[in-house]
């Protein structure tokens, strides 16, 4: 048998489908994962879709102690006329194995993963929910499951991808959130793991939000670990302002995550002409731009939201007020765009989506 045949086990135990405007975020799972194990002598092997069950683990095994663990997020979206759509799902492919790399992990085959991935889909078909703005997010994950304490890469993995409908993010419309600027912890740092989309980097900023949620803010601005002088992302996306007609965000520098939707955000500009440019940003910077009163709009992006504009920035007692906490014209034209294409209302002319 061709090791990368795609077995198909269908669970005789569906459950009843959550109220699609009801959904939230992450709440409910499918019928089904698709599961891939890596073992030393046959590397990545046995992929196959079976009923959605827990796993389980021996207390030692490695995922429990280390946290070498890696994961993705995209989204399927029912698209016009019924077709199921997938918005570049290579990009997220490609960024897993680089993921993959710098925890350690031994790499994923490319074609493999988008096999497995659409045909997970097309079995789960009917449960990527129709309403406006909702859509069925995918969540591939790979955990070390030897049996072992030393501190070292594990020689056994799981390649797992489930399934959750969402609900629309923006359910009362978009509105503008407040940002809390964050002077005392760091999400990551040059040569670290900031790039990686790896557990450790996630819980190392709950404390900051924590404090942000205290302050009544929704975010995090995150400055570089070592200066705390340049701003780095907001929460777990990536930033964008418009100043003086022009948009600016942070300069990928070791330790950004590299955003899908920032990388769609930076062509579409591009392709309507809209001067856009990469490079470091300081918050001092923007401090300045913001007492000249050229500050015209702050964004967010990310998978999640697409776009989440930002409506005031805290620091230390002062708070500046963003376009009267309003959402800008561009933040809004890149929010229908990109959704648009991902649901296929609007014409896909840079051939990002797929459709399974
Ligand atoms: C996933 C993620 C982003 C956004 O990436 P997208 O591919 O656009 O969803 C930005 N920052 C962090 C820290 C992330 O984990």
Same mark, same amino acid.
């Given at each position: 048998m061709n090791k990368d045949n795609i077995t198909i086990v269908k669970t005789t135990n569906g459950k009843a489908k959550p109220s699609e405007n009801a959904?939230?975020?992450?709440?409910y799972f499918t019928d089904h994962m698709f599961v891939l194990d890596y073992d030393i002598?046959? /590397?990545?092997?046995?992929p196959r879709v079976v009923p959605y069950e827990p796993i389980t683990l021996d207390p030692a095994a490695m995922v429990f102690h280390y946290g070498q663990t890696v994961f993705e997020g995209l989204k399927a979206y029912y698209g016009t006329n019924g077709k199921t759509m997938l918005f570049r799902p290579e990009k997220n492919v490609e960024r897993l194995n680089r993921s993959c790399n710098r925890l350690s992990i031994p790499e994923i085959d490319e074609e493999l993963f988008l096999k497995g991935l659409k045909t997970l889909i097309a079995v789960e078909?009917?449960?990527?929910?129709?309403?406006?703005g909702t859509s069925l997010y995918i969540r591939p994950f790979i955990l070390p499951t030897e049996t072992?304490?030393?501190?070292a890469p594990a020689n056994s993995y799981k390649f797992i991808i489930i399934l959750s409908p969402v609900g629309a993010y923006y359910a009362e419309g978009i509105h503008p959130v407040a940002i809390n600027v964050e002077k005392?912890?760091?999400r990551a740092v040059l /040569?670290?793991?900031?790039t990686a989309k790896t557990a450790g980097n996630y819980c190392a900023g709950y404390k900051a939000q924590k404090k942000a949620s205290e302050q009544g803010a929704a975010q995090v601005l995150w400055l570089d670990g070592?200066?705390?002088?340049y701003i780095e992302e907001v929460g777990s996306m990536n930033i964008f302002f418009k100043i003086n007609g022009e948009v600016v965000t942070p300069e990928?520098?070791?330790?950004i995550l590299e955003g899908i939707t920032r990388m769609s955000i930076i062509e579409l500009l591009k392709k309507w002409g809209i001067p856009v440019t990469e490079k470091k940003i300081s918050f001092e910077e923007f401090v300045q731009a913001y007492e000249d009163g050229i500050v015209e709009e702050v964004f967010g992006t990310g998978t999640a939201a697409v776009i989440s504009p930002v409506g005031e920035f805290r620091f230390q007692d002062k708070i500046m007020i963003i376009n009267n906490r309003e959402t800008g014209e561009l933040s809004k034209k890149l929010y229908d765009t990109i959704t648009g294409i991902q649901t296929g209302k609007m014409e896909d002319e840079l051939n990002w989506t797929i459709e399974v």
């Open positions: 959904l939230g975020f992450g709440k002598d046959n /590397g990545w092997h046995s078909k009917e449960w990527i929910p129709k309403e406006d072992n304490l030393r501190v005392e912890y760091t /040569g670290g793991t900031g070592v200066e705390k002088k990928l520098n070791g330790s």
